[in-house]
Structure formats: C-alpha cells, structure tokens
C-alpha cells in the first residue's frame, strides 16, 4: 500500500516563548502542536512529518514539499514571517494537486488568503465559552465516524461572518455559548488541489486533544490526499473538434503567431 505523505508544518512560536502563555501552551503541547498531531494522526496508512519556521528553509525545502501529498498548517502569530517565495512553491503545488488542511487561525496565514483570494477575516473572542459543532451536508468521507454534533466543552470563538469565497462547501457548523455561529469546516478545490478548512485548534485549549477533532483531521488527510498530479497546462489548438464555418476576419492574419510569449 502506497501511505500518504503527511507533512505538519507548524509556526511553533507560542510553544517556545518564555511567557505564562508559553507555559500554557506547552501543558498541552509539550514539543509543539506539530508534534503532538503526528502521535495522534499516526495510522499505518499514513507517513508523517512534522516541521516548523525554525528549520532550514522554514521547514519546507522544496525537495520536502516535492514529497508531501498533503500539507497541514498552523500558524497565528508569525504569518508575516513566512516568505512570499515559499508561499509561491506550495501555491504551485497546491495548484498541481498536493492537499491543503488550514487549522485555526491559519485562516490569516499567507498561503490561505492566496488560494482565497478573500481577507479571510472573521469575528473572535476568547473567554473559554462552549462550542457545539454540527455536521451540515449530508454526506462526505470527512464525516466518517464522527457524530452528528459534538460540544468542545471550552473554545475560542470564531465568529460570522468570515470572508471567504463562496464557492466552499461547508461541512461544519459551530455554535457558540455568547450565541455567535460559524462556518467551521469548509472545502474548497484550486487547480487540482483539495483544501480543507477547520477553526477548532486554539493554542491554550487541549482542543487537538479531542478523539472527534482528530477524526476529523485524519479523514481529512485522506480525503486531501491527491490521486494524481497535474501540472497546470495552457495549450495551443488550432483544430476545432466541429467544422468551423464562421468566415475569420483577420483570416490573411496569422493571429496566432502574433502571440509569440515575450
Ligand atoms: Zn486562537
């Protein structure tokens, strides 16, 4: 059996700092949320990695990137840091396939407001409320073997209206204690490429500690993951497959060779 490749890349920034946020987080997440979701996703379908922006090219040299059929991400408070031109290669490999899982507030990272296309913004207040989540389409294999809601007992609130494009199916519904809702687990397709938005994931809250969170984050890996690559084509043809009877005005004028890249 060919395993998906599985690449965790995570900003690691609030798990490193000397702070009582710091301290917190690491209660949860003692060697980072990156490292914490490859023990919890571990499947013997899978083969996992898990980087972050301190490592040697931010963590996703393109020999990495070249290997990974889905890359899951986390980042809040170092979207800035991520370089353009890296945000450029996984656009591209995105485009030619490679799967997209968006945690959290990677809703604000570079790579997702590019395939967005939005601001992605969103409303949000933390004060450790309730959130039930509720499964909204009928059906879709990121479903399986979750139930049809679920309550994180203590959350931060990502509230509508988020501005994301509306071509994404939405999958999950969150209420909210304060009364807020929101689209929380959306999938989008770019080029040939499958990505899966989900908000639950804040860095003080146990939340990836949750077995229906990381159902969720498993079949959605697998559901990511590519069937075949493609790279984005743009070709020439000068054939119809019909007969074209339509007189061309510019017939003496060869108007493709006009087109000639510069
Ligand atoms: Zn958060």
């Known amino acids: ?3 998906i490749r599985v690449t965790i ?3 690691n920034v609030h798990e490193t700092e ?4 710091g301290d917190l987080c690491r209660s949860f997440y003692p060697h980072g949320i990156h490292n914490y979701l490859k023990e919890a996703l571990q499947a013997e379908d899978l083969e996992i990695r898990a980087v972050s922006l301190d490592m040697p090219e931010q963590g996703l040299p393109q020999e990495v990137l070249e290997n990974t ?4 991400w986390w980042g809040h408070a170092a979207h800035a840091r991520v370089e353009d031109a890296l945000v450029d290669r996984i656009q591209a490999r995105v485009l030619s396939g490679m799967g997209l899982i968006v945690m959290h507030s990677g809703h604000y990272s570079k790579i997702f407001k590019r395939l967005m296309g939005t601001t992605c913004s969103l409303h949000w207040r933390e004060v450790g409320e309730k959130e039930r989540i509720w499964k909204v389409a009928r059906r879709h294999p990121i479903y399986e073997g979750v139930p049809e809601t679920f309550v994180l007992p203590h959350t ?3 509230g ?3 501005d994301i494009p509306d071509d994404g199916k939405v999958l999950f519904l969150s209420w909210y204690e304060g009364g807020n809702v929101f689209r929380s687990g959306v999938t989008f397709l770019r080029g040939n490429g499958k990505i899966f938005y989900f908000s639950p994931g804040h860095e003080t809250f146990p939340i990836y500690h949750d077995e229906n969170v990381q159902k969720i984050l498993g079949n959605a890996v697998r559901w990511a993951a590519p069937e075949v690559y493609r790279e984005p084509w743009n070709e020439f043809i000068r054939e119809g497959h019909e007969k074209i ?6 017939a003496k004028v060869d108007t493709s060779a006009l ?4």
């Open 1 to 3: 059996m060919k395993k």
């Open 9 to 11: 890349w995570n900003e």
């Open 18 to 21: 000397e702070s009582a946020l």
């Open 69 to 72: 059929d889905v890359l899951m």
């Open 156 to 158: 931060e609130m990502y």
């Open 160 to 162: 509508e209206s988020f």
């Open 245 to 250: 009877y339509t007189e061309n005005p510019l």
């Open 259 to 262: 087109h000639k890249s510069v």
